[in-house]
């Protein structure tokens, strides 16, 4: 079974940056999209950014510009650069690649 696992979350001024990670425990094979979503409370789960197998990136518009997602296929890890945070970008953060899941990671933007 694969399990993901994020990192990077954390309290951040309005304005801040963070940078979030998601690797993988190990290779999934075939070609996959990876990507992140996120969940604030109280709301359902939005998409956030994903790339596609063919590395093609799709962003939400509330991120569009200050939101950047990549990957490193050898070290099964998927990342996403947050710039000039706001406070609305406040969620716990999940990732997935393929069909697999990870718990998330939290991210507070404080005003």
């Known amino acids: 079974q694969v399990q993901l696992v994020e990192s990077g979350g954390g309290l951040v001024q309005a304005g801040g940056s963070l940078r979030l990670s998601c690797v993988a425990s190990?290779?999934?094979?075939?070609?996959?999209?990876m990507g992140w979503h996120r969940q604030a409370p109280g709301l359902q789960r939005e998409f956030v950014a994903t790339v596609t197998s063919d590395g093609i990136t799709y962003y939400a518009d509330s991120v569009k510009g200050r939101f950047t997602i990549s990957r490193d296929i050898p070290k099964k890890t998927v990342y996403l650069e947050m710039n000039s945070l706001k406070p609305e970008d406040t969620a716990n953060y999940l990732c997935?690649?393929?069909?697999?899941w990870g718990q998330g990671t939290r991210v507070t933007v404080s005003s």
């Open positions: 190990k290779r999934i094979n075939g070609t996959y999209d």
């Open positions: 997935y690649q393929q069909q697999y």
